[in-house]
């Protein structure tokens, strides 16, 4: 296959957290910084996808696009802008830092083995619990269930496709499922965590500081 293009998504405004996390600093960088420089280190180009109005000022990447209201309009942004002659898209979100250049060169090579898509996966360890409220209704059967992770790696005809409906999905994955791709399960990392809360940013700034020694 042909050129390989990373999509950062760092287009949220953080509404969860409070502010855009992915501009937060851990280990001497900000989250986006990281990401990029782990997909900059795999893929032949980045495009990163900001908040409307945000400029650029971390490394130099392929180019810089805003993003929409969703993530997935925000996604599609980014897959407008990558090269022509790109054959496998990864999109990674800027929240998750801790990402591997071994993971995103797991989920490419497991895409230039035949599969429309590939998604890191973890296994749920946690018994799982439908809530109403406070009251629990019903306890859910975990087997076969995983949990998803980023980067995921994508034949861009098939990621085109997938959203060419315009709809929306928490990954990307969900889309080409639905538009009939096969997406591939590989395993993820458990030290791949998102960056959702205050408490996380702290775990994550101690393990990229823990990589650095």
């Not at 109403?132 to 861009?156: K, S």
């Not at 993820?188 to 500081?209: F, H, I, S, W, Y």
């Amino acid at each position: 296959m042909g050129r390989t293009s990373g999509i950062v998504v760092a287009g949220g405004q953080g509404e969860r957290f409070g502010a855009p996390k992915q501009f937060l600093t851990a280990a001497g960088a900000r989250l986006v910084d990281h990401a990029v420089a782990v997909a900059s280190s795999v893929c032949d180009e980045v495009v990163v996808v900001l908040p409307e109005g945000q400029s650029w000022d971390g490394e130099p990447v392929a180019a810089v696009v805003a993003g929409g209201a969703t993530r997935s309009a925000s996604v599609r942004a980014g897959l407008d802008a990558i090269a022509t002659d790109a054959d496998i898209a990864v999109v990674h979100d800027a929240a998750r830092p801790l990402a591997s250049s071994a993971l995103f060169e797991l989920v490419i090579d497991t895409v230039r083995a035949g599969a429309d898509a590939a998604v890191p996966a973890i296994e749920v360890a946690d018994t799982l619990k439908r809530v109403d409220g406070d009251r629990v209704v019903e306890t859910v059967e975990r087997t076969g269930l995983v949990t998803v992770q980023t980067p995921q790696a994508f034949r861009v005809g098939m990621l085109r496709t997938a959203h060419a409906s315009d709809s929306d999905a928490t990954d990307d994955a969900a889309l080409v499922e639905a538009a009939g791709g096969t997406v591939v399960v590989v395993a993820g990392d458990p030290r791949n965590l998102k960056v959702t809360t205050v408490a996380d940013l702290a775990v994550a700034n101690a393990l990229l500081e823990e990589t650095r020694q």
